[in-house]
């Protein structure tokens, strides 16, 4: 539906403010929009696919003629009783449709689904599905004028259906629809997750349970729990309280807290995985047991960030007995068959500087530190077995006599995962998706398990799971975890659902737009935070300033922001200008988009495009400094609004000089291109996003 | 600090757009503000107490000479250890200050607040306070140059010594510092209470989490949780689980989580008050147990909002067995000395209707029905009494004869308060605070528990404990009810804490404007969620013409919006423009003082000001129409937005004539009126805050 398209693209280029058009345009642009609604609502005109945002994009989809018009009589039903998984999901699905469209509907959805005559929305599935790697996700989905069918082979495939229909909803003059079409789906990976980091900073339980949502959203199925490190201890454990209550900072989950977060995470039919993660990253457990570390305490909870040099000793027995009754305890709280033990980043250095331990790796034959960690592996590998889980670990874990049974994390690079797949384990994919480094969905779309050239057989490719984006903490508090994960994770779900050929990265964005607003209905505030932080910044309501230089800003790539001044501990303010920025401007994508587009074409109407981005940067920095001036904490951010200015002036310029077909004098090349140069300097943790479309522009120049 | 206060109202003034001036206007307003904060910096210039940004306004407040200035090396120190109430008070306050300042403090503030010779901020006091009426809140805070010294008799004072720290944090050119000066402060009523309905809209445990953190920010001291009601019996119950498993849709709060919410309430030194409301407003109990109520079953959780008929049966000796056990459960689980028992709104018609209980009421010399819940209340008490609690209930509990040691709350009128208190009872003022019914700040701040002309002796006040704020919630959602709390509470908050001559209304509103911002820190999402529902009702970002128009549209008030259309349930949505409107308008009441002043004034800048506004209002309706056009559920908000247009049209024009001192034409006049009489009536359940000020200015062309 073009007219919706036409909308969405407004609201992606929110550089635009659409009170800089004229009333005439105006009325002109109504005439048009509601032209298209009428002849819209009145032909059906046949819709095509690539106007549907679907995400992850079903394996097929097929388009028929018609719609099925949503009224307040619109009644779901199946064969389940209240209390069931699928009950509670299609209450949830009645409760958003209700909130999107304001519609009052008769049916009491949180008490009866019973199949009627008045039921219009079937939903049907075969046999209960286990949360386990494997399970059948599939589903059909089928809608007619009059009439909506929702199959599954299980209740699992039944959720993910749900969720497709939320994203069909479209509305014309007349109210609301779905569009006729059948859809059939099933995904390509069965392990699709994403790694919560609730030790760096806690995460409290409302974090977790929106996230959850949200990943349900976008047919993620595995949150791994990544729920203790040096920073924190964050379970509660009744056979080791100390760990808790001295490991914690009083932020860390109880045991129910934990039964009630799975309890919903099986809802929404996603397993939770969780992580201790040994022998390494575990300073916070030997502020309360330093008689398990390697060298002699007190510890403190560490705050600072990077790797530490506690490390658990696995020369004693006694390390054993504890971690036994430990293990003991958390694998009956977390049902999931698997149980991620880390493994990764063990600095060998208090084992070397042991005289007992290196006693006892003489005696025991383990001749370096890495094998004395397989050692170490392998009695974990022994005790979860006693109880029943299946083992994940980091890269490191891999050493050869490593039982097959293991489930491979990797995240020091594909060519690690190749090696892990071909000496026959199975393997998930993390490299390349990890979120806290701020890449462009583009890169960790592109990014893939198997990815189109790979060099794994048929047989060994079935040995990759999937893989998981993972949300590391030490750069994100509660108040802007949400605008890290989302919506970029989004672009990872896909690649690990959809099918192996659905690659189109301008595809993927447009779609991902749209999908970025509607997962606030699932509690994200993934966008509603950055003016609450500008506001607090500025102590004034008056930020649109601030939010356009947000717009065109990103927080500097990588490991960069923990090198630029103080270094950042635990407790240091996550609350700053770069903290409020997005993780990707769409904004300078789209930019730079247009200026493609530009140069290849010369057309008048994106030069004005182009011309109004440019003026609105370059006058924006006379008002941000009217707000900045009394905000020192903002102070750091004027040589970046600066830079925006100048880079505008020069972009100006350059459009100028192109739509007059003029060159430019080699000395104001030379001063521009330093300027340039210049604004790629990062300033208050930030690079200006839209640089490059601005460098394309000025390069254009020099041909 | 003018020019802080300069900043604070062109924060308040939402509806001018600092891009509409030009730029060698923001270069000057840029070098005056800049040499405010210069000439402030350099000259410590004499601070007024009108510039202090205080709620509630404490007892006395003495400026001195001086600022102290805040650095990375800002140490706190008491005598306390990790875990005390005061410690985390002290954690919580550093945390909040990093945030705004984006300082990363040396302190390591969650291990240690001892005292050493780093210490700037120095707290102490006397003993330890409990949660109980009537326990000292006072508090002296005395700032200099070199240090802080916050001072209490109770830790519980301490606690609200730092808020008022935080209301006192400035900025200037050089950064962040306490104005020197000397407060001593202390409440006027010891019960500041805000009640949460989480019975019609259950309420998860983050929504009341922030709130009570909010709270605390203005230093509000009880919690007054409405647990069940005729939609939701929101408590586990280990006694009786049925209650909760049959009754709550599975919403309800388990009992962990009630002492912790519990817990963190007493950290702020917040006391916890439930409310099982009993005989009436009961339905969701007898869902599980339909023999305790006064006719036969089965029942159903109520849907439907209003006066239900289902009433406990007060004539069975098993109902006092069954309430017995029950409130042996619950009276261990809530610590606080007092437990409300409701007992407002008992329809007597199932009593009359049960020819049982008739027989019983002559059996027993009961003369009629309010005598039947009379011997109710009796019984319940002599329960309470058992258990060591102290009865609270609404109005209605008053009957003769009911012990003198009941605690009464007013909802039902001042008179009723009066009539109470002359009787001995200690009573509760709730009428004039209920929030939920859209009133604005000036309303609920002049209402005053011991009014001016109050005619009660002097002994007879001190029976006046304090008042609540009633946030009813059958219009609200965990979306919704942070912005119908804030930040009206906050006014509310400072007429029970503040002497009573502080009734300065513009003077209030100045300062709410700052603390509505202020509370965004503590996670309320008054402000942040209305772009958000704006969004998800637009399906787009394009939301600004919707800001406009919302910056002006207040939902109708009372109980009005019940009676619109179709009637609301516990399932219908409240995601409407309606619901994402805030619950006063700002804007709206510095329009019309602005007119106000230009009558008086004929200032031409404030005429230019008015303009503004109207034109920014008449512009703004074509906007709105190209979002409204294709999304349904805003098509309701169409006539509302011709409206504001019209009456725009109007407001200039009148404008137009006042500046050239021409009359109106009686029969324009008279057309002109019509639309302004039409323009009152109700739109989507919503009504233009901004007709008052345009028909004053209207009005005056009649003069």
């Known amino acids: 539906m073009l007219y919706r398209k036409v909308s969405q693209d407004q609201g992606s280029s929110a550089g635009h ?93 949180l008490v009866t689904q019973e199949i009627s005559n008045r039921t219009k929305f079937f939903y049907h599935f075969d046999q209960p599905g286990r949360l386990v790697p494997g399970e059948d996700e599939s589903y059909q989905l089928e809608i007619y004028p009059e009439k909506i069918e929702l199959k599954a082979k299980t209740d ?93 900072d009083g932020c860390y989950y109880s045991q129910e807290e934990i039964k009630e977060i799975i309890q919903l995470a099986s809802e929404l039919g996603i397993r939770i995985v969780p992580e201790f993660d040994l022998p390494g990253h575990s300073t916070s457990w030997f502020v309360a047991y330093p008689e398990y570390a390697s060298a002699p305490g007190p510890y403190q909870i560490e705050r600072k960030f990077g790797v530490s ?50 006693k006892f790796m003489k005696k025991n034959n383990i001749p370096d530190e890495p094998a004395l960690q397989a050692y170490f592996n392998r009695r974990l590998l022994k005790i979860l077995t006693k109880y029943q889980k299946k083992m994940v670990g980091w890269d490191e874990i891999y ?44 890169k960790h779309y592109l990014n893939d398990p ?8 048929a047989e060994e490719k079935k040995l990759v799971l999937g893989g998981e984006a993972t949300m590391w903490a030490e750069l994100v508090s509660p108040e802007t975890v949400d605008s890290r994960i989302w919506p970029r994770t989004g672009a990872i779900a896909e690649r690990l659902w959809s099918p192996v050929e ?6 993927m964005y447009r779609r991902l737009k ?21 506001r607090r910044l500025a102590q004034s309501e008056q930020i649109k300033s601030l939010e356009v230089l947000a717009a065109v800003s990103e927080p500097i790539k990588g490991y960069s922001r923990h090198s630029q001044g103080k270094p950042y501990s635990s407790l240091s303010p996550l609350t700053r200008f770069v903290d409020a920025c997005y993780s990707e401007s769409f904004e300078a994508r789209d930019f730079k988009r247009l200026v493609e587009n530009f140069l290849k074409s010369r057309d008048r109407r994106q030069a004005e495009e182009i011309k109004g981005y440019l003026q609105l940067w370059q006058a924006n920095h006379q008002e941000l400094m009217a707000i900045v001036a009394c905000s020192p904490v903002l102070k750091e951010i004027i040589p970046l609004s600066e830079n925006l200015a100048s880079i505008s002036d020069i972009g100006l310029e350059a459009l100028r000089l192109i739509l007059n077909s003029k060159k430019i004098d080699p000395a104001r090349l030379q001063t521009r291109q330093k300027v340039l140069e210049e604004a790629r300097k990062p300033v208050a943790e930030c690079e200006l996003a839209v640089l490059p479309g601005v460098e394309l522009l000025f390069n254009s120049l020099k041909k």
């Not at 009589?73 to 199946?78: I, T």
């Not at 198997?450 to 057989?457: C, F, K, Q």
């Not at 970025?516 to 935070?529: A, C, F, I, T, Y």
Request: net charge negative; glycine share 6%.
């Open 17 to 109: 403010y659409t009170w800089q058009i004229s009333i005439r345009l105006q009325l002109l642009l109504l005439v048009i929009v509601a032209s298209f609604c009428l002849h819209l609502g009145a032909a059906e005109e046949e819709l095509k696919s690539t106007s549907l945002n679907l995400m992850p994009w079903p394996v097929k989809v097929e388009i028929t003629n018609g719609q099925f018009r949503l009224t307040e009589n619109f009644y779901l039903g199946g064969e389940v009783k209240p209390g069931h998984r699928v009950f509670k999901a299609g209450a949830r699905f009645m409760s958003r449709l209700a909130g999107r469209t304001g519609l009052f509907f008769e049916q009491d959805y």
């Open 156 to 248: 699992v495939g039944l959720l993910r259906g749900f969720e497709t229909l939320l994203q069909l909803l479209f509305s014309d003059e007349q109210g609301y629809f779905f569009p006729c079409l059948r859809i059939e789906d099933f995904p390509r990976f069965t392990w699709r997750g994403l790694l919560i980091d609730s030790s760096r900073h806690f995460m409290p339980v409302d974090v977790v349970k929106r996230n959850l949502l949200a990943m349900s959203a976008v047919k993620l199925n595995v949150l791994h729990w990544h729920l203790s490190d040096d920073q924190g201890f964050r379970v509660e454990s009744k056979v080791f309280p100390r760990l808790h209550q001295l490991g914690s």
């Open 309 to 358: 040099l506690p490390v658990f000793n696995p020369t004693l027995e006694k390390t054993y007995k504890f971690l036994d009754r430990f293990l003991k305890e958390m694998t009956a709280l977390f049902p999931d068959p698997y149980f991620h033990l880390g493994g990764d980043e063990v600095d060998p250095r208090q084992w070397k500087e042991n005289p007992e331990i290196q």
């Open 399 to 442: 050493q050869p006599g490593l039982p097959q049974d293991v489930v491979i994390q990797s995240w020091r690079g594909q060519e690690a995962l190749v090696d892990a797949v071909r000496k026959g384990y199975q393997c998930l994919l993390s490299n390349g998706y990890y979120i806290d480094l701020m890449g462009s969905a583009e």
């Open 450 to 457: 198997v990815p189109p050239d790979s060099p794994l057989t």
């Open 502 to 507: 659905i690659r189109d990265v301008d595809e």
């Open 514 to 534: 749209v999908i970025n607003l509607r997962l606030e209905e699932n509690g994200v505030n993934h966008l509603k935070n950055q003016p609450m932080m500008l």
